[in-house]
């Protein structure tokens, strides 16, 4: 009974799962059109601050603040994608060993078929908004070092 339970329930997860890992590549791709046009702003001039507001009357502490914010929806998809990926990979794996033990292994095959182009979609986001989350945090420190200059 419980098994069955939690069979029924890892089973209702696909469907949201998958659409989690096609929102987070959306979301990566997204970021990646913006960190294209950001670099072709920074492009010979490395101390411009874009993406900090004036930090007039501000404390370090709040600009500090707004850098975590401006990293904050990378980071998370960089950490939490491949976690959705692994757990498309391993909802429909049971199914599929089921099928292949009754020789239905088309059936399992086109199972994990799906499962395996689930995450590398995940694996995919997961690296583009790793690369421009190591990037932007170079850069935005660059910016709060300058305008920590400036206050001075």
């Known amino acids: 009974m419980i098994e069955k339970l939690l069979f029924d329930l890892a089973q209702a997860f696909w469907w949201p799962i998958m659409l989690l890992v096609l929102l987070s590549f959306g979301y990566a791709i997204l970021k990646l059109g913006g960190f294209l046009v950001e670099s072709f702003q920074r492009m010979g001039r490395p101390n411009r601050i874009l993406i900090l507001p004036a930090g007039a009357g501000r404390s370090l502490e709040e600009m500090e603040l707004i850098v975590l914010g401006e990293l904050e929806g990378l980071k998370l998809c960089s950490r939490v994608a491949p976690m959705l990926g692994l757990v498309a ?16 292994t088309d059936t399992a095959a086109a199972g994990l078929a799906d499962a395996f182009a689930t995450v590398i979609v995940a694996l995919v986001a997961a690296s583009i908004a790793f690369a421009i989350y190591t990037v932007r945090r170079r850069w935005l420190l660059q910016e709060l070092s300058y305008w920590m200059e400036t206050q001075s």
């Open 89 to 104: 990979t391993m909802i429909p794996l049971g199914p599929a060993l089921a099928a292949v033990s009754a020789g239905q």
